[in-house]
């Protein structure tokens, strides 16, 4: 599973940073989660098809998170897509989506599915759930967390062998969690040949907030989280009235969820050097780093 970052900046893009959109390959998936203004162009600098995208999950409403949609899906229809694209958003914004991709002229060659979550709404897929919870924002705005399905223990060959089982079509009955009954009349049960289930992987994306209980829920025992970072601490006022977060915020969310690793998002164009805003974070979870354009970062299994 691996995140690109395609925008990093807040409210207005810079000569180094985009406006916000993240990228997230899942197994054969590609996610995007926000779709700011600018958001091709970086998906060409990352090598990333629109042709790819599997789904696109909009946090709210403000322009900076949102206005790359409907350029998106018109080069996707440039390009003869077919298979159908899933777009959800807030509960109550979804027809304020709809009216905005009507608004250019070009023809639709697929399905475009918009629709509304709920804060605390599950959504299954393949693999995963979407999990969403309330952010603390001027408009209307959600969380997300991809949660993997937890995944089968380790497989020890050594053991089935001993059993009386050889490499093939039998291993990987088990590995799927089917018994095998061998000609004697035993049966070998999946939990004899592998260890107990791994747990899985957790990915959190809050979008714009104040710093909240909600999020802090969301984000229990992620591997990432990735949190508004707008102003500076001694700026925690106008942070607060503006419904953004700072460095030691977004921290303390952090540390009182206790995920992995924090990733700072949304940088206000005034910081040209981030180091302050990382330096502030680290005092309170060392374990932070700051987004960067077209970063990657690989999440990998905890064994």
Same mark, same amino acid.
């Given at each position: ?5 395609l925008g990093t ?7 180094q ?32 098809s629109p ?9 709210h409403?403000?322009?900076?998170h949102?206005?790359?949609?409907? $350029?998106?899906?018109q080069?996707? @229809?440039?390009?003869? *897509?077919?298979? +159908?694209?899933?777009?959800?958003? /807030?509960?109550?914004? $979804?027809?304020?989506?709809e009216?905005?991709?009507?608004i250019?002229h ?10 509304e979550l ?8 393949? $693999?995963?759930?979407i ?18 399905n937890? #995944?089968?223990g +380790?497989f020890y ?6 059993? $009386?089982? +050889? ?5 990987? #009955?088990?590995?799927?969690?089917? @018994?095998?009954?061998?000609? !004697?009349g035993?049966?070998?049960? /999946? ?8 747990a899985?992987r +957790?990915?959190?994306y809050?979008? !714009?907030?104040?710093?909240?209980e909600?999020?802090?829920e969301?984000?229990r025992?992620a591997?990432?989280l990735?949190? !508004? ?8 006022d106008?942070?607060?009235? @503006?419904?953004h ?7 303390e969310?952090?540390? #009182? ?15 040209k ?18 987004? *960067?354009?077209?970063?990657?970062l ?5 064994e």
């Amino acid at each position: 599973m691996k995140l690109i970052f395609l925008g990093t900046s807040g409210s207005i893009p810079t000569s180094q940073r985009g406006l916000p959109a993240i990228a997230l390959r899942h197994e054969r998936e590609l996610l995007l989660f926000d779709c700011a203004e600018g958001t091709q162009r970086q998906m060409v600098r990352a090598k990333l098809s629109p042709l790819k995208i599997d789904a696109i999950f909009i946090t709210h409403l403000h322009g900076d998170h949102f206005l790359g949609l409907a $350029g998106l899906v018109q080069t996707m @229809s440039l390009m003869d *897509r077919e298979r +159908k694209l899933e777009v959800y958003c /807030p509960r109550g914004e $979804g027809e304020r989506i709809e009216r905005y991709l009507q608004i250019p002229h070009y023809t639709l060659t697929f399905e475009v599915a918009v629709r509304e979550l709920n804060p605390e709404e599950e959504l299954k897929r393949r $693999g995963y759930r979407i999990l969403t919870s309330n952010a603390e924002h001027s408009v209307p705005s959600l969380a997300y967390a991809l949660v993997e399905n937890q #995944r089968p223990g +380790k497989f020890y060959p050594e053991k089935a062998v001993a059993l $009386g089982l +050889k490499s093939g079509p039998d291993f990987s #009955r088990l590995k799927s969690g089917n @018994s095998i009954r061998l000609r !004697d009349g035993s049966v070998v049960k /999946p939990e004899q040949v592998m260890g107990p289930p791994r747990a899985e992987r +957790k990915i959190v994306y809050v979008g !714009d907030t104040r710093p909240c209980e909600s999020i802090v829920e969301l984000a229990r025992n992620a591997d990432v989280l990735i949190h !508004d970072c707008t102003l500076a601490d001694e700026l925690a006022d106008k942070a607060a009235e @503006s419904a953004h977060s700072t460095p030691s915020g977004a921290a303390e969310v952090a540390k #009182r969820a206790n995920v992995k690793q924090l990733v700072l998002l949304h940088v206000s164009p005034r910081y040209k050097d981030d180091s302050i805003l990382l330096k502030q974070a680290q005092r309170i979870f060392p374990n932070t780093v700051v987004a *960067r354009d077209l970063m990657e970062l690989d999440v990998k299994f905890q064994e």
